[in-house]
């Protein structure tokens, strides 16, 4: 996403909604529950993710890869005003040259742009073995989508992935899906490693 009013929008799109940021870190605390360590975050748009989990756990530094100039400016400005120049990293570049071992491998709201699903789990399975994907979840028919979604919203629901296709990309791992369903209509899904009992 390059038109900075889009990028805009959507970074006000959590200031607007602060309950969908304290969501994600209930996901996270349920599925990962990782305190310390490197996370490498694939596309990570304007680092609101990030900067929660940077906020609950202090001993967590990130990696986030992002293409867009415009998500990464915008970016910088909220790492900046969050003070957490020390602990995030952006890397300017395809999420798929993402390299190296990490403690967790995160994609939050990415799938849906990856046409390539194939080498997109093989990177995630390589980067780490704790994972976490969250996305939108298609609807089987566009009326399920509310009429009071913006236009960006609703085509990315159209692009996301069934619970079923995902289940197929992951056959070849040891993943899970958990499909999660909000107040607002709003239907997502999560993958992620089973944690060590």
Known sequence: MEDVAQCEFYNQ????????????????????????????????????????????????????????????????????????????????????????????????????????????WKLVSKLSDNVLVCDLERPKQLNHVSPEFPIDLKNSFMAAYTIDEVTKQIRDYNYTVSREEHNDSLCTYTVFTKKDT
């Open 13 to 120: 799109e959590f200031e607007d909604d602060p309950d969908c940021l304290s969501r994600f870190l209930a996901t996270y605390e349920k599925y990962v529950g990782i305190h310390s360590g490197t996370i490498v975050d694939l596309g990570s748009g304007t680092c609101n993710f990030v900067i929660e989990l940077c906020k609950a756990y202090p001993k967590l530094n990130f990696i986030c890869y992002e293409a867009s100039k415009a998500m990464i400016k915008i970016a910088k400005q909220n790492i900046i005003e969050n003070f957490f120049e020390d602990r995030i990293t952006i890397v300017e570049d395809n999420f798929f040259n993402a390299d190296g071992k990490f403690d967790v491998v995160l994609a939050n709201r990415v799938l849906h742009h990856v046409n390539d699903t194939e080498n997109f």
